[in-house]
T-cell receptor
Framework: SQTIHQWPATLVQPVGSPLSLECTVE??????LYWYRQAAGRGLQLLFYSVGIGQISSEVPQNLSASRPQDRQFILSSKKLLLSDSGFYLC????????????FGPGTRLTVT | GDSVTQMEGPVTLSEEAFLTINCTYT??????LFWYVQYPGEGLQLLLK?????DKGSNKGFEATYRKETTSFHLEKGSVQVSDSAVYFCALSSYNQGGKLIFGQGTELSVKP
């Protein structure tokens, strides 16, 4: 069966520090991968998605970047964190492009101080 | 563009009450429809799905029927439990969205004993 991992689970970082969040998927090949942010409240904002190694699409221009160095690895980064980057970051995968469901990881709670 | 609208929350019910959370959508073509549930501090879990008109998705006592004529996918449960307290998201995916999910804003459900 497929599983998705995210780490760290929680992170407290000062403003201006770098960020690296990692997501890995097991049990499937060539998944579509997604990064979402959930700020205070409940809404989900799609940040990046990837249909293959090295292929990244950005949905919202901001202080973050994403990379996919391996088929089942998706990394979210920032060179300098802002207070507004605080939130709950969720990684998800789906089988392929099309009308398919996505499966979410457990999330990373980021607090920028 | 495609969109999903959910009823406003929070919804507060007593244990064993009947639950309905309304969801309507706007989409071109024939989307797939989903309900996700998010427990506090966790990622989203796929609760149920329907891929074509008149399909009924069901899981853990929850049901939703894909109604093309009313563009709706309302979530129902006959008898809620305290453990059902969570945030519920309605979402759609269609081929013209390239695999991306369009989410509603979420509805918080609180079940009191």
């Amino acid at each position: 069966s497929q599983t998705i991992h995210q780490w760290p689970a929680t992170l407290v970082q000062p403003v201006g520090s770098p960020l690296s969040l990692e997501c890995t998927v097991e049990g499937t090949s060539n998944p579509n991968l997604y990064w979402y942010r959930q700020a205070a409240g409940r809404g989900l904002q799609l940040l990046f998605y990837s249909v293959g190694i090295g292929q990244i699409s950005s949905e919202v221009p901001q202080n973050l970047s994403a990379s996919r160095p391996q088929d089942r690895q998706f990394i979210l980064s920032s060179k300098k964190l802002l207070l507004s980057d605080s939130g709950f970051y969720l990684c998800a995968w789906s089988v392929a492009s099309g009308a398919y469901e996505q499966y979410f990881g457990p999330g990373t709670r980021l607090t920028v101080t | 563009g495609d969109s999903v609208t959910q009823m406003e929350g929070p919804v507060t019910l007593s244990e064993e009450a009947f639950l309905t959370i309304n969801c309507t959508y706007t989409a071109t073509g024939y989307p797939s429809l989903f309900w996700y549930v998010q427990y506090p501090g966790e990622g989203l879990q796929l609760l149920l799905k329907a891929t074509k008109a008149d399909d009924k998705g069901s899981n853990k006592g929850f049901e939703a029927t894909y109604r093309k004529e009313t563009t709706s996918f309302h979530l129902e449960k006959g008898s809620v439990q305290v453990s059902d307290s969570a945030v519920y998201f309605c979402a759609l995916s269609s081929y013209n969205q390239g695999g991306k999910l369009i989410f509603g804003q979420g509805t918080e459900l609180s079940v009191k004993p």
